[in-house]
DNA sequence: CGTCACTTTGAATAAAATCAAGAGTCGTGG
DNA sequence: CCACGACTCTTGATTTTATTCAAAGTGACG
């Protein structure tokens, strides 16, 4: 349970550049957004940050790492709904709903920005920043359809190929990419709970990514070393994701 | 294609009893609803009611019948994302995002209403209107992350029996079930690619299902023998449907 | 009464899970 | 600096689950 208080400078923060994708934004918008990054705090992984039962409420912001929601079954299993990647923003204003359905926890060291509901309220009055919060949201919606036709109707290869070029497109958008590379700080545990399968089988797959010339993997970092066959063979089609970038740098 | 006028008494409207599932309408939120259930259509099973790339506007509402969200792979392959079942709105005002990234399709012959983008606004000035729709598109997203959870970490068999659960909740929901049965139009392959499965398989789990006394089905009427040892096997949790009623009739 | 779509069944195959053990990695504390 | 312990990753052998391929059987409907 380390919490570090939020110091340093806020490195251009991701989320204002995530949202900046979706449309310009005025200097109040980028202030106000600024202000939430400020007050950051790291959180080690593996914990929670909202549970399964609690009442939602504020907003809850990834600067730095990789968080998850998931579930949990009473067998133990755990089935990952999506990622929240460094821009990413869980809005928990769930008006009418009042009962997490999920758990929000981090799968790595992260950096996290809790936004009281007050806060909260306050960013949605900038007009800018309400149809970036809402266009991001629809986009997570849209990922968890797609999420549900890799699990449902592609192959453990394919599912894998399919997560990989999703976060270059995801992590491109915010700057943390490096060509075809980027920081993958989860196990492979995390991958199998993701798409459905077994560490085990997570491995071998990954090791066939690999014979196959189409990713390499070097400590944490993934480095996709050929996209556009790799989005061949995932059928990888990055639309839902909203973004005007070409999919291969 | 046959395309009937939508005569006859709307018949207390399944659209308008679902929203009062959620809370208390006025008179007129009940006359601005009865008037769009007034304009249905009958729809053939197999008929795309807007497709994947197609620019959303407007809702569309379902009244009888099943339809679903679906994509396709190449290859042919189809994964159904989300049952429309009568009282089903699908709100197409995506604002922010100007492309369907899915199909929206009968399953079997529907009554449907299509709402125009104007009427669609109408609705959404009317307060308590405004507030069902956002819980139900709310209930909508957290049914496809439980989707998700039942295709990633669920048996065949616990697969079926959790849909046959969930159906049995939204049926009762609109009045659209008889004690533990309901009628469930679609064919065992439409149940294959809800489920991730082959309908071979799918067929083999019903019988698995039948064989333990849980289920029986004749014709297109779906019983559940005996729900609450259903759920226990498919670990069915309701909460994520807000429903207030208990589970087993 | 024939057709077409759907369901059911069997046999062979393929994909993925399970079980188990060993090797690598990393942070911690002596 | 090294050794320890806790994860994580890797690999092999085996079993289970699901797909594929093929062929009947059934049923609704014009």
Redo the contacts with the bound molecule.
């Keep these: 349970m380390k919490v570090l208080a939020g110091g340093g400078a806020a490195v251009s923060g991701p989320v204002l550049r995530k949202l900046q994708g979706f449309g310009r934004l005025e200097e109040a918008d980028t202030a106000a957004l600024a202000l939430v990054e400020a007050g950051t705090r790291l959180v080690p992984a593996g914990t929670d940050l909202i549970r399964e039962g609690d009442r939602p409420e504020g907003m809850i912001a990834v600067t730095e790492g990789f968080a998850c929601r998931y579930k949990l079954r009473e067998n133990g299993a755990r089935q990952i709904m999506a990622y929240l990647v460094p821009g990413d923003v869980c809005d928990l204003d769930n008006g009418a709903l009042n009962r997490m359905d999920h758990t929000v926890g981090t799968l790595s060291t992260c950096r996290v920005a809790r936004i009281m509901p007050e806060t909260a309220r306050e960013l949605r009055q900038h007009p800018a920043l309400a149809r970036g919060l809402r266009k991001a949201a629809l986009i997570d919606e849209a990922t968890l359809r797609e999420w549900l036709m890799n699990i449902g109707r592609r192959?453990?290869?394919e599912r894998l190929a399919h997560l990989f070029c999703e976060l270059l497109v995801r992590l491109r958008a915010v700057g943390l990419t490096s060509g075809n590379s980027y920081e993958l700080p989860i196990?492979?545990?995390d991958l199998a709970d993701t798409t459905?399968?077994?560490?085990?089988?997570v491995?071998?797959?990954?090791?066939e990514l690999k014979r196959e010339g189409l990713i390499e993997r070097k400590?944490k970092r993934l480095t996709l070393c050929d996209p556009a066959r790799l989005a061949e063979v995932a059928e990888f089609r990055p639309d839902y994701l909203h973004r005007e970038e070409p999919f291969s740098a």
Excluded: D, E, I
Aim: glycine share 12%; charged share 5%.
């Design positions: 192959s453990a290869v196990t492979q545990l459905g399968m077994t560490s085990v089988h491995n071998r797959s990954l090791g400590s």
